[in-house]
Antibody
Framework: EVQLVESGGGLVQPGGSLRLSCVASGFSLRNYWMNWVRQAPGKGLEWVTNIKEDGSEEYYVDSVKGRFTISRDNAENSLFLQLNSLRSEDTAVYYC?????????WGQGTLVTVST | DIVMTQSPDSLAVSLGERATINCKSSRSVLSRSNNKNYLAWYQHKPGQPPKLLIYWASTRESGVPDRFSGSGSGTDFTLTISTLKAEDVAVYYCHQFYDIPSTFGQGTKLEIK
């Protein structure tokens, strides 16, 4: 069974940092571009960042450039997202997602809340 | 950025009837190199991750019921549910993966009339 399991979410103050992790099972993460997609409370889906199969390319939505960093460890079948300088508008459920033609696999999501 | 605009924002359809959701992109998502539209549709139910229904604008994902179909090319796309069932209540999103940043439509909330 294909699974993506995220962890690392929680409550953080504005300006703080978090590191999200995602572990894949049932498939080899090394064969996929990997993404983080978020959904703010009551809002729609927003693509945040992705990274090529071998980690040689990565892209970000403008609102997180310079603050978030995506990385992967194919040997550990894992994906990561380092979130720095967090803002209230970063509050969302963050989904780890594998893409081919569209996003084929999604995790259950981990909630990040940025608040005092 | 390519802006994806869905219509309507919400839709109420009777059980057994047809539901149609439209999606318009601000630029073409059709690749000239392989003649594929880089457009997908997802179903999102509360408390669950989104589920891929359609990719390449019209190819049904494995296991998706054949009452779901996608059509369109270039900038105009449609998701059709031919015979609505109660379990189809969800928010539906279109998604372009032609360009970076990848972008989603704002979502269409489908309810039972």
């Amino acid at each position: 069974e294909v699974q993506l399991v995220e962890s690392g979410g929680g409550l953080v103050q504005p300006g703080g940092s978090l590191r999200l992790s995602c572990v894949a099972s049932g498939f080899s993460l090394r064969n996929y571009w990997m993404n983080w997609v978020r959904q703010a409370p009551g809002k729609g889906l927003e693509w945040v960042t992705n990274i090529k199969e071998d980690g040689s390319e990565e892209y970000y939505v403008d609102s997180v450039k310079g603050r978030f960093t995506i990385s992967r460890d194919n040997a550990e079948n894992s994906l990561f997202l380092q979130l720095n300088s967090l803002r209230s508008e970063d509050t969302a459920v963050y989904y780890c997602a594998a893409s081919g033609a569209g996003i084929v696999y999604w995790g259950q999501g981990t909630l990040v809340t940025v608040s005092t | 950025d390519i802006v994806m605009t869905q219509s309507p924002d919400s839709l109420a359809v009777s059980l057994g009837e047809r539901a149609t959701i439209n999606c318009k992109s601000s630029r073409s998502v059709l690749s000239r190199s392989n003649n594929k539209n880089y457009l997908a549709w997802y179903q999102h139910k509360p408390g669950q991750p989104p589920k891929l229904l359609i990719y390449w604008a019209s190819t049904r994902e494995s296991g998706v019921p054949d009452r779901f179909s996608g059509s369109g090319s270039g900038t105009d796309f449609t998701l059709t549910i031919s015979t609505l069932k109660a379990e189809d209540v969800a928010v539906y999103y279109c998604h372009q993966f032609y360009d970076i940043p990848s972008t989603f439509g704002q979502g269409t909330k489908l309810e039972i009339k």
